[in-house]
C-alpha cells in the first residue's frame, strides 16, 4: 500500500459514474457521462484527495455477478477519462460483483486497483447469492498480466444479509480474505453512508495484516474518531451535495473534511 501512497492515512474520493447506457435511470450519452466525471476529478483533484475510485452505483437495479459489454466498453471509456485527468491511484468498481470486469478495465484503463464484493465466503445480497470470486479473480488477473492491479476485498458486505455464514466472524473473513491473496480489506456500516462499528475495525486488524480501509460512512464529524482504527478512507456520501450519494461533489464538503483531517493527522505524516 506504501507505495501507492503519499500520505499515512490516505483519502479515496468516489465518483459515481451517472447511469450507463442500457440500464433503466440512463439518461445521458457517453460524451455527457465523460463530462460530468471530468468535472468531479478536476474538483477533487484540487481538494487535495490521495486516489479515486469510480462505481456505477446509478446501475439499479445491479446485475448479478455479471455485467454487458456495453457496461464495461462505457467504464472504461470512463476510466480511462479520469486516468488521464488524475495522476494519483484510481480505482474502480462494477456492481454487483463484477469482479472480473473490473479487472478488465482496470488493466485496459491503466487504473491502480479494484474494489471487489464477495471476495471470500458467498453472502446474500439485493441482487440474490453472490459466491465468492478469488479463484476466478486472480486467475484472470494472472492471465491478462494485471498482477500490478490491487485488489481490496470488502468484509461482510453492507447492503447485504449474511446469515449463511454466521457462525464465520469478520475477524475470519478478514484473514481469509488475506489467505486469499487480496491486498486490502474494507469494512463498511450495512448501507451507504452507515459508519462501520468501530469493534468491526478492530477486529480486522487484529486478524490480519492488510491495510484495513473504511468503506463507508466517514465524514467531516466523524473522522477524528477513526482515525486511528483504520489505514485510509474510502470516501463518497460526505462529499456529496447535501450529504447523498447521489448527487454531484460538493467542493466545499471536500475542503472541510480534508481539513479536518489535516487537524487529527500526527507530526510526520505526509500531507
Not at 6 to 27: D, E, Q, W, Y
Not at 99 to 121: K, S, T, W
Request: hydrophobic fraction near 40%; glycine fraction near 8%.
Amino acid at each position: 500500500m506504501t507505495q501507492l501512497f503519499s500520505r499515512a492515512k490516505p483519502v479515496i474520493g468516489v465518483i459515481h459514474v451517472g447511469a450507463l447506457p442500457g440500464t433503466p435511470r440512463n439518461a445521458q450519452t457517453i460524451t455527457e457521462l465523460v463530462s460530468t466525471a471530468r468535472d468531479e476529478v478536476r474538483l477533487y483533484r484540487d481538494s487535495g484527495v490521495d486516489g479515486l475510485i469510480i462505481e456505477n452505483m446509478h446501475d439499479v437495479p445491479y446485475l448479478r455477478g455479471e455485467v454487458g459489454p456495453e457496461i464495461v466498453a462505457a467504464m472504461t471509456v470512463l476510466a480511462r477519462e479520469v486516468r488521464t485527468q488524475f495522476d494519483l491511484p484510481v480505482g474502480i468498481q462494477i456492481l454487483a460483483g463484477a469482479n472480473i470486469e473490473a479487472m478488465a478495465v482496470a488493466h485496459a484503463a491503466d487504473l491502480d486497483f479494484i474494489r471487489v464484493e464477495g471476495y471470500a465466503y458467498a453472502h446474500v445480497a439485493d441482487e440474490g447469492l453472490i459466491q465468492s470470486s478469488a479463484a476466478r479473480l486472480l486467475r484472470y488477473r494472472r492471465m491478462i498480466g494485471a498482477t500490478h492491479v490491487q485488489v481490496w476485498a470488502d468484509v461482510k458486505k453492507k447492503h447485504s444479509a449474511h446469515a449463511i455464514t454466521a457462525d464465520v466472524s469478520l475477524g475470519t473473513t478478514a484473514e481469509t480474505i488475506e489467505f486469499m491473496g487480496a491486498d486490502c480489506v474494507i469494512v463498511t456500516g450495512n448501507v451507504t453512508g452507515a459508519a462501520p462499528n468501530v469493534e468491526d475495525v478492530r477486529e480486522a486488524k487484529t486478524h490480519c495484516h492488510l491495510p484495513i480501509f473504511l468503506g463507508s460512512g466517514i465524514n467531516e464529524q466523524n473522522i477524528s474518531h477513526f482515525y486511528d482504527e483504520a489505514d485510509g478512507f474510502i470516501v463518497g456520501t460526505a462529499f456529496k451535495k447535501d450529504g447523498y450519494w447521489a448527487n454531484t461533489v460538493d467542493p466545499f464538503r471536500v475542503e472541510r473534511f480534508m481539513k479536518n483531517l489535516k487537524k487529527v493527522s500526527r507530526p510526520g505524516e505526509s500531507q
